[in-house]
């Protein structure tokens, strides 16, 4: 004869019913935020192919006849800010500083504007036709800001309006974007906790490393276990080699600074009548920008154009080496092809130019291998740029699965750190996501985010008002 459950076991039995292993509502969420790290990791996937195809083409157009580009860059990049502007209002830059604004923005439909499935779509086309071009641009910031819009996505369908929650599926899409960009997954997890957040939350951390490992499982079932710069061995002897850290830690430091800089001073628009036509023209203004981006090409024989992941490759394993002038070529490239305000990234043109600043310092230190001083000027330059000295370490050290220089790597990383920051006090993409907050919802007070700094005490309203003339 059965007896009846007492009051205390049906408490029990409720309790164990709401429990998260046995909540259906819980397990439906979970299974959405796994379909959407998979998705994450197809879309990183079917653009790194797409912009490979894109620099591909472009390299074989150039070397057929390298005066072509003196069409094919202003073309590209009038197209290019001409649909960033009429149908993809949002998806100019990097795509990382909207991802940090987007986590800090009070209003739900500020996130969707900035977050869409039709602005990351257009990031990634838009994108690829910049490296077809011969922008120096990357794919990896937009990849962020695509992996955040995949789950934010995900979020709206599952009617997540809960602020937590929604900062939680930004910040995890963030981190699984730049995991399945450079297959690194340790790299895409200490990106979101110094970059994207600045810091570690419970509620986050869970679904962040779920969607960055199942990201990266996708990409390692499609793509295998690859790494962008092969695997290298080189080290660096206790002693004199250690000249190189302190070298590239200064030059990487001072020019990884100076670039940060000139992106923020340039994001609040050009004074005087350069600002003017900046702002009147902005599509003849990006052509002229592609028309100075051919020269420079021209000028350094191919090596400014596109992403630099090539000569960079080059560069690590010794196979070819560049003149010095490369990295000033590079340099100036970027720098013209963010001000242009098209879409594109400035990850992997920063690994480029730093990789050239190596090269270039390896010449005068013989008893530094040549190969450990690329990657030391790789490393000082990304971490002076984004100001991310263990982001920086850590993709660098996965990018060329080479464990031997840890120390070494981190050393030049925090000294170029330092170096950046008495150049240029503000951190790029914090300045940046500043501004971009501050066009979408003006009214919003940024002072206390923890992932931006606030404005110096001399600028004034007037100043941030003023429309920028290379959007962030």
């Not at 010794?318 to 340099?331: D, I, L, M, N, Q």
Request: positive net charge; aromatic residues 8%.
């Amino acid at each position: 004869m059965n007896r009846p459950l007492s009051a205390v076991a049906k408490s029990r039995l409720r309790r164990l019913r709401r429990a998260s292993l046995f909540s259906r509502r819980l397990w439906l969420h979970r299974i959405v935020w796994w379909v959407g790290a998979i998705l994450i990791g197809l879309a990183a996937i079917l653009f790194a192919d797409a912009a490979d195809q894109a620099d591909r083409l472009r390299r074989m157009i150039s070397a057929r006849n390298p005066a072509w580009m003196l069409l094919m860059a202003p073309a590209g990049l009038a197209l290019s800010a001409w649909l960033t502007r009429s149908a993809f209002r949002g998806a100019q830059g990097s795509g990382i500083p909207q991802t940090i604004a987007a986590l800090h923005m009070r209003h739900a439909s500020s996130v969707d504007r900035v977050l869409s499935l039709r602005i990351a779509f257009g990031k990634m086309l838009l994108t690829v036709l910049g490296i077809l071009s011969g922008a120096s641009i990357g794919r990896e910031g937009p990849t962020v800001q695509v992996g955040a819009s995949i789950m934010h996505a995900l979020g709206r369908a599952l009617r997540l309006s809960d602020v937590a929650m929604r900062r939680a599926l930004i910040l995890a899409g963030g981190a699984a974007g730049i995991s399945a960009a450079f297959n690194t997954p340790l790299g895409g997890i200490v990106f979101a906790i110094e970059e994207l957040s600045h810091s570690f939350e419970a509620r986050t951390s869970g679904t962040m490393l779920t969607a960055v490992i199942l990201s990266g499982v996708t990409s390692l079932a499609l793509v295998g276990n690859y790494t962008y710069f092969g695997h290298t061995t080189a080290t660096l002897p206790i002693g004199a080699g250690w000249i190189a850290v302190i070298a590239c830690g200064l030059v990487g430091g001072v020019s990884g600074g100076a670039f940060s800089a000139l992106l923020v001073r340039m994001s609040g628009g050009l004074p005087g009548r350069a600002g003017s036509f900046v702002r009147d023209r902005p599509i003849l203004f990006a052509g002229l920008c592609g028309l100075v981006l051919a020269l420079i090409g021209l000028a350094s024989h191919g090596t400014s154009y596109g992403t630099g992941y090539g000569e960079a490759r080059h560069l690590v394993d010794g196979s070819v080496h560049f003149p010095a002038s490369f990295f000033a070529w590079k340099f100036a490239a970027s720098l013209v092809s963010y001000c242009s305000g098209i879409p594109g990234g400035i990850f992997a043109p920063s690994l480029s130019v730093g990789a050239g600043i190596g090269g270039w310092i390896a010449v005068y230190l013989p008893h530094s291998p040549s190969g450990a001083v690329v990657l030391l000027g790789m490393v000082a330059y990304f971490a002076a740029v984004v100001q991310a000295p263990l982001t920086a370490t850590v993709i660098v050290m996965e990018m060329t699965d080479n464990q031997g220089l840890t120390v070494p790597l981190l050393a030049t990383s925090f000294l170029a750190y330092g170096v950046s920051r008495l150049v240029s006090r503000r951190a790029l993409y914090g300045a940046l996501a500043q501004r971009f907050l501050l066009a979408i919802e003006p009214a919003s007070s940024i002072k206390t985010s923890v992932a931006m700094e606030p404005e110096p005490a001399h600028s004034d309203r007037g100043e941030r008002d003023r429309p920028s003339s290379a959007p962030p």
